[in-house]
Nanobody, 113 residues
Framework: QVQVVESGGGLVQSGGSLRLSCTASGSYFYYMGWYRQAPGKQRELVARTTNGGTANYADSAKGRFTISIDNAKSTVYLQMNSLTPEDTAVYYC?????????WGQGTQVTVSS
């Protein structure tokens, strides 16, 4: 049974930093990544990485966010710096094993101005 569990969200002031973590279990994952969904908006990609460490980022994340993966722990991290209120959203972890795509339950990130 596949499980995807996120942690690390919270409330932070504008300009601050947060680090999200996501651990996936129950399969071998080729891609893991982070998406976010703000109220009234569609879910969008933030960043994702292969298990080899090849990453790609949304334009809004470039230069501020860094995704990394620890294959031994099946854990992906998202280091978010220089946060702005526009980053406020529920952040979802995503894992892909070439058979299916799995989602975590989401973690709230709120950036106050």
């Amino acid at each position: 049974q596949v499980q995807v569990v996120e942690s690390g969200g919270g409330l932070v002031q504008s300009g601050g930093s947060l680090r999200l973590s996501c651990t996936a279990s129950g399969s071998y994952f080729y891609y893991m990544g982070w998406y976010r969904q703000a109220p009234g908006k569609q879910r969008e990609l933030v960043a994702r990485t292969t298990n080899g460490g090849t990453a790609n980022y949304a334009d809004s994340a470039k230069g501020r966010f860094t995704i990394s993966i620890d294959n031994a722990k099946s854990t992906v991290y998202l280091q978010m710096n220089s946060l702005t209120p526009e980053d406020t959203a529920v952040y979802y972890c995503n894992a892909f094993d070439y058979h299916d795509t799995y989602w975590g339950q989401g973690t709230q990130v709120t950036v106050s101005s």
